[in-house]
């Protein structure tokens, strides 16, 4: 069974300001973020030496990208290898794209269930988290030829969706798909015939 290496990409000037990045496509990483790729490449060079055959798949912001640079410089990959594909990227949030959070929770209220961590309602002209899997799914279909290992550079809510879709996990109900249990910024997790460890 081919394995999945889905990562988070590094900590980005948005996340350290507490913004939304939504549709911002190039929001840069930070230093701390630097450093989280670099973990991420350190970890996946262990467990996968030099030189894997592993196909590259990142969406198409910025930050996934740099993440995915400093990772592929770690394996001795070529990074322009690499492919991207826009139904990799974060839950649209539509009219709270590049808003502070804490600026929507003062008009909204509690816009994020402190159970999953994800949003508990849908950003006005955004995504639901079950639309973002019909478009993950639509991904794996079209690319279903491809067997080998790949890693992939994603965001942190939408990875969850990827990785619930892929490991059958709980369909929470402010949620409304399977969704797996968030990790830290940086972090990667290795998916084999539907079984999940964390690097």
């Given at each position: 069974?081919?394995?999945?290496?889905?990562?988070?990409?590094?900590?980005?000037?948005?996340?350290?300001?507490?913004?939304?990045?939504?549709?911002?496509?190039?929001?840069?990483?930070?230093?701390?973020?630097?450093?989280?790729?670099?973990?991420?490449?350190?970890?996946?060079?262990?467990?996968?030496?030099?030189?894997?055959?592993?196909?590259?798949?990142?969406?198409?912001?910025?930050?996934?990208?740099?993440?995915?640079?400093?990772i592929?410089?770690?394996?001795?990959?070529?990074w322009?290898?690499?492919?991207?594909d826009?139904r990799?990227?974060?839950?649209?949030?539509?009219?709270?794209?590049?808003?502070?959070?804490?600026?929507?929770?003062?008009e909204?209220?509690?816009?994020v269930?402190?159970?999953?961590?994800?949003?508990?309602?849908?950003?006005?002209?955004?995504?639901?988290?079950?639309e973002?899997?019909?478009?993950?799914?639509?991904?794996?279909?079209?690319?279903?030829?491809?067997?080998?290992?790949?890693?992939?550079?994603m965001?942190?809510m939408?990875s969850?969706?990827?990785?619930?879709?892929?490991?059958?996990?709980?369909q929470?109900t402010?949620?409304?798909?399977?969704?797996?249990?968030?990790?830290?910024q940086?972090?990667?997790?290795?998916?084999?015939?539907?079984?999940?460890?964390?690097?």
């Amino acid at each position: 069974m081919a394995r999945w290496f889905i990562a988070r990409h590094g900590e980005t000037v948005f996340n350290a300001a507490q913004r939304m990045q939504g549709d911002a496509l190039h929001t840069p990483l930070t230093r701390a973020g630097f450093a989280q790729a670099e973990a991420m490449g350190e970890a996946l060079r262990r467990r996968l030496g030099p030189r894997p055959k592993l196909d590259l798949w990142a969406s198409d912001t910025g930050r996934a990208l740099q993440t995915l640079a400093v990772i592929a410089e770690h394996l001795e990959l070529d990074w322009h290898e690499a492919r991207t594909d826009p139904r990799l990227g974060e839950v649209g949030i539509g009219a709270w794209s590049e808003r502070y959070y804490r600026d929507v929770a003062a008009e909204q209220g509690q816009i994020v269930d402190p159970e999953t961590g994800m949003f508990s309602v849908r950003p006005p002209g955004g995504e639901s988290y079950a639309e973002v899997a019909i478009r993950l799914r639509a991904w794996i279909d079209d690319t279903a030829v491809e067997t080998g290992d790949r890693l992939i550079l994603m965001h942190g809510m939408s990875s969850r969706v990827l990785r619930g879709m892929l490991t059958a996990a709980e369909q929470w109900t402010v949620c409304g798909t399977p969704v797996a249990y968030g990790v830290p910024q940086g972090g990667v997790a290795e998916i084999e015939a539907g079984v999940e460890t964390m690097l």
